[in-house]
């Protein structure tokens, strides 16, 4: 599953609200959040680091090792997260626009895009998700090598999915709504719980094991609604 059909998949768990109502953007907000609080559980360690992009390219490799960007800053300005399938459909010539100041970025497979171009050499800050050492699968690998390495199994990233649920639920309590939204945090919480073990056994094998990768768990591709 890409990073984008995460965002429609978070949408429909959350009652289909329109894009008028919640925006991509917004709910790319609690799959960050998600992603932060399952680092932390499956013991992925978040980590700051910096960049520096010459003036009028759109793009700069973060390399392998980085296997999901959280934030990116300017100084003390942050940018806004993006995806290219996001300014696709937005109509956003990222790649030709006019140079000036960067307001956007995009991650996708270990690549930083930033829109608008930058018009001057700038260092950025950035906050990410390390890729995990990869596990050799035949003898021309060495082990741990460091490759970009899926935080979640393509079958677990619907515990991410149900964690940014209970967030949203969380943080659009109404005096209205308020039981409707106890009941839909309380089937969230099961739902993660009954998940979260299956995850951990999974990073724990994962460990030790020589057999095949899970599918990497990245934005590239795909659209968001």
Known sequence: MIYEDLVVALRER????????????????FLNSALEWLAGELQYNPSVGTTTITATPYDGELGPG?????????????????????????????????????????????????????????????????????????????????????????ANQGLLVWKAAEEYFSATITPENMGQRNLQIQACVKQVADRLDNAKRQVKHGARSSGPRPSVFSRHGGAAR
Not at 14 to 29: A, F, K, M, Q, T
Not at 106 to 130: H, V
């Open 14 to 29: 959350v009652g289909r609200p329109s894009i008028d109502e919640v925006n991509d953007r917004r709910l790319l907000s």
């Open 66 to 154: 980085v296997a999901e960007v959280w934030w990116v800053k300017h100084g003390t300005r942050t940018l806004e997260p993006a995806s290219l399938a996001l300014w696709v459909r937005d109509g956003i010539d990222w790649m030709n626009g006019t140079a000036g100041q960067p307001e956007q970025y995009a991650f996708e497979a270990g690549t930083l895009y930033l829109f608008p171009r930058p018009s001057t050499n700038l260092t950025l800050t950035y906050g990410y998700l390390p890729a995990a050492p990869e596990i050799a699968t035949d003898s021309s690998e060495a082990p741990g090598a460091s490759t970009a390495t899926p935080l979640l199994s393509n």
